[in-house]
């Protein structure tokens, strides 16, 4: 850190010193600017006469380039005078802006640094920020602790009639613990009525009593809760509860999204950044999670050295899906193209200009092969290959689509 101070302080002084330097000398090593005027004049005297010897000038129209041009003279040479008496007297108000000069620099320089900077942090390359990433994620608050931290605060007001049933619901529940219906609906009542403690502790009832039936969205909800309960922040226990829905579901969107926030603090925005903006172009438009990943995904962006990101339409399909394509089964074969052409069409149209994920691009060439373009295929899969050059393991995704089409090269 001494090294650091060492060398800062070395450069600004550096710097102030060249600035004050320009500002003591002060003038021009060829003399002040009038006295090329004054050589410019004297040269067109000299003009005036040659013109004049040579009969290109007249004697009329040479008196008065004369006089004009001795006016400028004579005003010139004054203003050399003066400049020359200046130059002579003491330079106080130089010294006093050159000694301004390096005060701002180095002090102003310093206090910068004190503002944005970081005085004492050491230097942090990439693997120093991964590992301490990683260390932050392993040794995190707990949700226990996390709640400790929370301040009190009001639920919303209830109406008394429903607070009232609710009251019932907990004395039902507490008499027969092992109604799975009950616990369900005191799941969701406590959580309407802000209760993400009691919410959670009642999932972790319905998750036990559905043992290994227990779905994805049973431990999103859970891991919701838990999350909500500790002010928006993703402890280890909610974790292993977005890990567990994922396991079970690799698309629910409530686990992909708030897996992203989890990696977004502890320390790896780019791998946040990543998530959302594959789940942001996966996600149908009316998603309740778009909302807050639109609101932070900017920052996101900057944070993840991204700048020049542009946030993808949320509006519109974004493409046939497998449950698009199971549903063209029950309509006429003209209804069915029509469908996949539309939904192939908008499909083509995003990855040309927004791009996508690599499962968008397989999609795209299994739907043209629906649709009996096998050269179409062969285009989209060219510029797959060119687009992941550098994601291997993306590449490898669409690859195995075109394996099973057979259109592979």
Do not use: C, H
Request: without cysteine; hydrophobic residues 45%.
């Amino acid at each position: 850190m001494t090294l650091f101070w060492i060398m800062a302080g070395g450069m600004a002084l550096a710097v102030s010193a060249l600035l004050a330097l320009a500002l003591l000398r002060g003038r021009r090593e060829t003399g002040p600017a009038e006295a090329f005027d004054l050589q410019v004049y004297r040269d067109q005297l000299k003009e005036i006469e040659r013109d004049l010897a040579r009969g290109t000038l007249p004697e009329d129209e040479a008196e008065r380039l004369r006089t004009e041009v001795s006016r400028r003279l004579l005003s010139a040479d004054a203003r050399v005078q003066g400049s020359a008496a200046s130059a002579g007297q003491p330079k106080t108000a130089t010294l006093a802006l050159a000694g301004a000069v390096v005060a701002v620099v180095l002090a102003g320089g310093i206090g910068l640094y004190m503002q944005i900077g970081a005085p004492g942090y050491p230097d942090l390359p990439l693997a120093g920020r991964i590992a301490a990433a990683a260390d932050l994620r392993e040794n995190r608050p707990s949700q226990a602790e996390a709640e400790a931290q929370m301040p009190e605060t009001a639920n919303p007001e209830i109406p008394e009639e429903y607070a009232q049933l609710v009251t019932r619901l907990r004395g039902a529940v507490a008499e027969r613990p092992t109604d799975l219906r009950g616990q369900e609906l005191l799941a969701r009542s406590e959580g309407a009525m802000g209760n993400y403690r009691a919410a959670y502790a009642a999932l972790e009832q319905v998750i036990a009593l559905k043992g290994d039936a227990a779905t994805s969205k049973d431990f999103a909800d859970l891991a919701d809760m838990m999350i909500l309960a500790a002010g928006g922040y993703v402890s280890p226990e909610a974790q292993e509860a977005l890990e567990v829905a994922l396991e079970r579901d690799p698309n629910n969107g409530v686990a992909r999204y708030y897996g992203g926030l989890m990696m977004a603090q502890t320390g790896r925005p780019d791998i946040a950044f990543q998530m959302w903006d594959r789940l942001l172009r996966e996600s149908p438009a009316d998603a309740p999670w778009l909302d807050p990943i639109y609101e932070q995904m900017a920052e996101m962006a900057f944070r993840a050295g991204v700048s020049d990101y542009q946030l993808p339409d949320r509006g519109g399909p974004r493409g046939p899906t497998e449950a698009d394509m199971a549903n063209a089964a029950t309509m006429t074969p003209e209804e069915r193209m029509d469908m996949i052409r539309g939904m192939v069409g908008q499909l083509s149209d995003r990855l040309a200009t927004e791009g996508g994920p690599p499962e968008d691009w397989s999609r795209l060439i299994s739907s043209l092969m629906v649709l009996g373009e096998a050269d179409q295929a062969r285009a989209i899969w060219a510029d797959a290959q060119q687009v992941f050059a550098e994601a291997p393991d993306a590449l490898a995704v669409i690859r195995s689509t075109v394996e099973r089409a057979g259109i592979l090269d």
